[in-house]
């Protein structure tokens, strides 16, 4: 069975930093592209980063360029998003997607595979 779990959410204050993972089981992680989304209630899903099956090539919306970065680490089966300089705007569910790599990253219907998600909230 499929698992992603994420983890590393919480409360901060606008400029402080935060450090998501997403452990994955029941796959074979390095076949896996995985991305980064995020949602707030009343908004559609949308991308925040993305990385190819070896954490080599990566894609980040604008809003985040060069504050957030995303690292792979298949030894460990999980997916970091490190999050700095955080702005209220950033407040939302963050979620991880994996799917076999290959074809497109920047919509949620090219992942199979979804976490449960995690609250990040950052105070103005």
């Known amino acids: 069975q499929v698992q992603l779990v994420e983890s590393g959410g919480g409360l901060v204050q606008a400029g402080d930093s935060l450090r998501l993972s997403c452990a994955a089981s029941?796959?074979?992680?390095?076949?896996?592209?995985v991305g980064w989304f995020r949602q707030t209630p009343g908004k559609e899903r949308g991308v925040v980063a993305a990385?190819?099956?070896?954490?080599?090539?990566?894609y980040y919306t604008d809003s985040v360029k060069d504050r957030f970065t995303i690292s792979k680490d298949n030894a460990k089966n999980t997916v970091y998003l490190q999050m700095n300089s955080l702005k209220s705007d950033d407040t939302a569910v963050y979620y991880c997607?994996?799917?076999?790599?290959?074809?497109?990253?920047?919509?949620?219907?090219?992942?199979?595979?979804w976490g449960q998600g995690t609250q990040v909230t950052v105070s103005s």
């Open positions: 997607a994996a799917s076999l790599d290959g074809g497109g990253y920047l919509r949620g219907r090219e992942y199979r595979y």
């Open positions: 029941g796959l074979t992680f390095s076949d896996y592209r």
């Open positions: 990385t190819n099956w070896n954490g080599r090539s990566t």
